[in-house]
Antibody, heavy 114, light 106 residues
Framework: QVQLVQSGAEVKKPGASVKVSCKVS????????MQWVRQAPGKGLEWMGG????????IYAQKFQGRVTMTEDTSTDTVYMELSRLTYEDTAVYYC???????WGQGTTVTVSS | DIQMTQSPSSLSASVGDRVTITCRAS??????LNWYQQKPGKAPKLLIY???SLESGVPSRFSGSGSGTDFTLTISSLQPEDFASYYC?????????FGGGTKVEI
């Protein structure tokens, strides 16, 4: 049974960066591919990017190109999503999920506030 | 990018009602369509994948249909625990876009 456990809430100032982690248990990262989705307060779901098993590469939504980096550490079965140059509009709950979207982390609240 | 248009954005229903939510893609996505349920403060939960396949553990009152550009999620008899928001998502081509969501209320 795959479980994804994300890091805790973050408060950041505009212009800063945030790095959210997502630890996999029940499987190893070599067996899984991951995606990241975010949800602003009161809004819908927004796909940010993830590993594309067909291409064997990580792809990012155009909206986040140049600002987001998704990495993984197979030694600890942890994936990371780093978002830079934060603005108030980046205030959201950030989720990791398996590429098939059948298992999700609990979400990490990122608040951008001066 | 493929645009996903969901309707209605909200609906009021009663326990026992049959509820239908539609999702339209801006281009053909074959059957690369997922449906999710989300309750307040919780992560989304996968209900239906490949347009009509029921995810393990999901009650059979949920069903999905459609292919190409037009898709439907049906709840055959609404239960109290089904009051939530529902989202469609295409996984045909990146970016994997979501519909705007449907809030099912009492």
């Amino acid at each position: 049974q795959v479980q994804l456990v994300q890091s805790g809430a973050e408060v950041k100032k505009p212009g800063a960066s945030v790095k959210v982690s997502c630890k996999v248990s029940g499987y190893t990262l070599t067996e899984l591919s991951m995606q990241w989705v975010r949800q602003a307060p009161g809004k819908g779901l927004e796909w940010m990017g993830g590993f594309d098993p067909e291409d064997g590469d990580t792809i990012y939504a155009q909206k986040f190109q140049g600002r987001v980096t998704m990495t993984e550490d197979t030694s600890t079965d942890t994936v990371y999503m780093e978002l830079s140059r934060l603005t108030y509009e980046d205030t959201a709950v950030y989720y990791c999920a398996t590429v098939s979207m059948d298992v999700w982390g609990q979400g990490t609240t990122v608040t951008v506030s001066s | 990018d493929i645009q996903m248009t969901q309707s209605p954005s909200s609906l009021s229903a009663s326990v026992g009602d049959r509820v239908t939510i539609t999702c339209r893609a801006s281009q053909s996505i074959s059957n690369y369509l997922n449906w999710y349920q989300q309750k307040p403060g919780k992560a989304p939960k996968l209900l239906i994948y490949a347009a009509s396949s029921l995810e393990s553990g999901v009650p059979s009152r949920f069903s999905g249909s459609g292919s190409g550009t037009d898709f439907t999620l049906t709840i055959s008899s609404l239960q109290p625990e089904d009051f939530a928001s529902y989202y469609c998502q295409q996984n045909y081509d990146p970016p994997l876009t979501f519909g705007g969501g449907t809030k099912v209320e009492i």
